[in-house]
T-cell receptor, first 113, second 112 residues
Framework: AQSVAQPEDQVNVAEGNPLTVKCTYS??????LFWYVQYPNRGLQFLLK??????LVKGSYGFEAEFNKSQTSFHLKKPSALVSDSALYFC???????????FGSGTRLSIRP | KAGVTQTPRYLIKTRGQQVTLSCSPI?????VSWYQQTPGQGLQFLFE???????NKGNFPGRFSGRQFSNSRSEMNVSTLELGDSALYLC???????????FGPGTRLTVL
């Protein structure tokens, strides 16, 4: 079955340190992969996506994600965390055969000053 | 381009009532998806419309229904409201079902 897993409910990082938010997927065929961020009482905002090509994708606000086909992962990373990065992050995978996108359960990122 | 708009932003209803939520997608987008977000269940997919046809549906009871108009605007209806329907309802539009989805700010529904 198609699925997206975000194994960590919460990630805590000190400001200035690198951060990683993990995502693994189980999608048949070649997946389209996305990261979204949600701030309190707001809708989700698109951060970045991978469709094909370079495995390292750069997105908004200094975030990047690395596609790893062998590990079926698409982890979100940032070299130096900011307090303002504190939010809820969602990974999503799309598969064109069913015209559908599946979202992970979300990871709450907390950056302490 | 204007973003996705949702109306109303907040709603308070009582059990047994029905409610209609509206979503206007980004101009040119033909796909509109609806999601329910609650603290306990996370983000759950309700349904997706493309060119006025429901193309995908999540695992929600028949009390939840939707439609899409020829201008791609979409409405979602919930009948016989239950306390558990209290949630943030998010609408997202895209060019196609697996393209980048752009979300509206959501409608916060409270059922008393």
């Amino acid at each position: 079955a198609q699925s997206v897993a975000q194994p960590e409910d919460q990630v805590n990082v000190a400001e200035g340190n690198p951060l990683t938010v993990k995502c693994t997927y189980s999608v048949s065929g070649n997946p389209y992969l996305f990261w979204y961020v949600q701030y309190p009482n707001r809708g989700l905002q698109f951060l970045l996506k991978y469709i094909t090509g370079d495995n390292l994708v750069k997105g908004s606000y200094g975030f990047e994600a690395e596609f790893n086909k062998s590990q079926t992962s698409f982890h979100l990373k940032k070299p130096s965390a900011l307090v303002s990065d504190s939010a809820l992050y969602f990974c999503a995978a799309g598969y064109s055969s069913a015209s559908k996108i599946i979202f992970g359960s979300g990871t709450r990122l907390s950056i302490r000053p | 381009k204007a973003g996705v708009t949702q109306t109303p932003r907040y709603l308070i209803k009582t059990r047994g009532q029905q409610v209609t939520l509206s979503c206007s997608p980004i101009s040119g987008h033909r796909s509109v998806s609806w999601y329910q977000q609650t603290p306990g269940q996370g983000l759950q997919f309700l349904f997706e419309y493309f060119s006025e046809t429901q193309r995908n549906k999540g695992n929600f009871p028949g009390r939840f229904s939707g439609r899409q108009f020829s201008n791609s605007r979409s409405e979602m209806n919930v009948s016989t409201l239950e306390l558990g329907d209290s949630a943030l309802y998010l609408c997202a539009s895209s060019s196609g079902a697996v393209d980048t989805q752009y979300f509206g700010p959501g409608t916060r529904l409270t059922v008393l």
